[in-house]
């Protein structure tokens, strides 16, 4: 195999992604790699940098090939997530269902359809998968985290879900979504003070977060309508 092939790996695997892409994208098409295990690496590290119109297209290559089904999943996993953070959920949907077609009903698979389902309006199917997810795995704090607040936004059994959110919060305290679902599950309860102090920071944390930002609005709002109304 290559050496400078063998050099991009360890530049990956040791997290420096911009110069091993650089090394990746500098192997001539006559060195004895093979192309889709380039097509690999060279789409990973673009998803890595958030280049996601560079990673699609490498990515995308490793799945028609099909040639390694650990690295079908993975880049099928990562194409999700691309057209996730990206406002594509149908595509996003696609590529969890083919997993899922192919026997690959994990947690991170089911949990992944779950928020999909969400963001396209499918609560039941959102929660259905969400709680299939915690039959299996109890402790998954990205589910726990993800049910109690679909039922905070539906309005659906807020005492469950506020002992979910709790949950993923015991489990990740640092974590920003955590203590924004967990603010905004208090919040759906009346319990203002709580909300506000969790969702503020959860703010603090990922001051970028549209929604989080959204949820602190109405906080402030609400506060500065009971003001006026003293």
Same mark, same amino acid.
């Given at each position: 195999?290559?050496?400078?092939?063998?050099?991009?790996?360890?530049?990956?695997?040791? =997290?420096?992604?911009?110069?091993? /892409?650089?090394?990746?994208?500098?192997?001539?098409?006559?060195?004895?790699?093979?192309?889709?295990? %380039?097509?690999?690496?060279? @789409?990973?590290?673009?998803? =890595?940098?958030?280049?996601?119109?560079?990673?699609?297209?490498?990515?995308?290559?490793?799945?028609?090939?099909? #040639?390694?089904?650990?690295?079908?999943?993975?880049?099928?996993?990562?194409?999700?997530?691309?057209?996730?953070?990206?406002?594509?959920?149908?595509?996003?949907?696609?590529?969890? #269902?083919?997993?899922?077609?192919?026997?690959?009903?994990?947690?991170? $698979? %089911?949990?992944?359809?779950?928020?999909?389902?969400?963001? #396209?309006?499918? #609560? &039941?199917?959102?929660? &259905? /998968?969400?709680? *299939?997810?915690?039959?299996?795995?109890?402790?998954?704090?990205?589910? %726990?985290?993800?049910?109690?607040?679909?039922?905070?936004?539906?309005?659906?059994? /807020?005492?469950?879900?506020?002992?979910?959110?709790?949950?993923? $919060?015991?489990?990740?305290?640092?974590?920003?979504?955590?203590?924004?679902?967990? @603010?905004? $599950?208090?919040?759906?309860? @009346?319990?203002?003070?709580?909300? *506000?102090?969790?969702?503020?920071?959860?703010?603090?944390?990922?001051?970028?977060?549209?929604?989080?930002?959204?949820?602190?609005?109405?906080?402030?709002? %609400?506060?500065?309508?009971?003001?006026?109304?003293?």
């Amino acid at each position: 195999m290559s050496e400078a092939f063998n050099e991009g790996i360890t530049l990956y695997k040791m =997290r420096n992604y911009k110069d091993a /892409l650089a090394v990746f994208l500098s192997i001539p098409a006559e060195e004895n790699v093979n192309n889709i295990d %380039l097509a690999y690496y060279v @789409g990973l590290s673009y998803a =890595r940098l958030k280049r996601y119109d560079e990673a699609l297209l490498y990515l995308e290559q490793v799945v028609t090939a099909g #040639q390694d089904s650990q690295r079908v999943y993975q880049c099928r996993m990562t194409l999700a997530v691309i057209y996730t953070k990206t406002d594509r959920p149908r595509l996003a949907d696609y590529e969890l #269902q083919k997993l899922k077609e192919n026997g690959y009903q994990t947690p991170e $698979v %089911l949990g992944a359809l779950a928020y999909t389902a969400w963001i #396209q309006g499918k #609560q &039941e199917e959102s929660v &259905e /998968l969400y709680e *299939k997810v915690l039959e299996s795995n109890p402790e998954n704090a990205t589910a %726990l985290n993800g049910l109690g607040y679909v039922l905070a936004c539906l309005d659906k059994d /807020l005492t469950r879900a506020l002992s979910l959110c709790k949950k993923a $919060v015991d489990i990740h305290p640092d974590n920003p979504a955590f203590l924004d679902s967990l @603010g905004w $599950v208090y919040y759906k309860l @009346g319990l203002y003070k709580e909300a *506000k102090n969790y969702i503020k920071r959860a703010r603090d944390k990922d001051s970028k977060s549209p929604e989080i930002a959204e949820h602190f609005s109405a906080i402030t709002l %609400l506060e500065s309508e009971n003001k006026l109304l003293r």
